[in-house]
C-alpha cells in the first residue's frame, strides 16, 4: 500500500497559479512513477501529467502542455503538480496516483482521494 494525500486546490480565477502537493507514506514512493489525473463532474477521469521514478521523464496531456509541470522530490515523498495560466476548463478534482510510468489510467495502482480545483472566469 502506498497511501496518497493530495493537498493544495482551492478557488482561483482564469490566469491565476497554484500549486499541488500529493504526499506519500512509507519508504517505497521512489519505487513507483506518478501521475496527476483530473475528474471534471459528469466526465471520466482523465490524464494529466506522469513522472518517471527518477524525474528522467515525464509527460502531459495536450491541453495541459507549456501551462503545468509535474515535479518530484523523492526525499520528501511528494510529488507537485505546478499549474499557471489557469483555465475554467481546469476545473476538477485532482488526483495523484502511483504506479507505472503511464498516461494509462487503469495502469496505476495507488490513489489519493484527490483536492478539488475550481477556476472562475
Known amino acids: 500500500q502506498v497511501p496518497l494525500v493530495e493537498s493544495g486546490g482551492g478557488l482561483v480565477q482564469a490566469g491565476d497559479s497554484l500549486r499541488l502537493s500529493c504526499a506519500a507514506s512509507?519508504?517505497?514512493?521512489?519505487?513507483?512513477?506518478m501521475g496527476w489525473f483530473r475528474q471534471a463532474p459528469g466526465k471520466e477521469r482523465e490524464f494529466v501529467a506522469t513522472?518517471?521514478?527518477?524525474?528522467?521523464?515525464?509527460r502531459y496531456a495536450d491541453s495541459v502542455k507549456d501551462r503545468f509541470t509535474i515535479s518530484r522530490d523523492n526525499a520528501k515523498n511528494t510529488v507537485y503538480l505546478q499549474m499557471n495560466s489557469l483555465k475554467p476548463d481546469d476545473t476538477a478534482r485532482y488526483y495523484c496516483?502511483?504506479?507505472?510510468?503511464?498516461?494509462?489510467?487503469?495502469?496505476?495502482?495507488?490513489w489519493g482521494q484527490g483536492t478539488q480545483v475550481t477556476v472562475s472566469s
Open positions: 496516483a502511483a504506479g507505472p510510468y503511464s498516461d494509462t489510467r487503469s495502469a496505476y495502482d495507488y
Open positions: 512509507g519508504r517505497t514512493f521512489s519505487s513507483y512513477a
Open positions: 513522472i518517471s521514478r527518477n524525474s528522467i521523464s515525464t
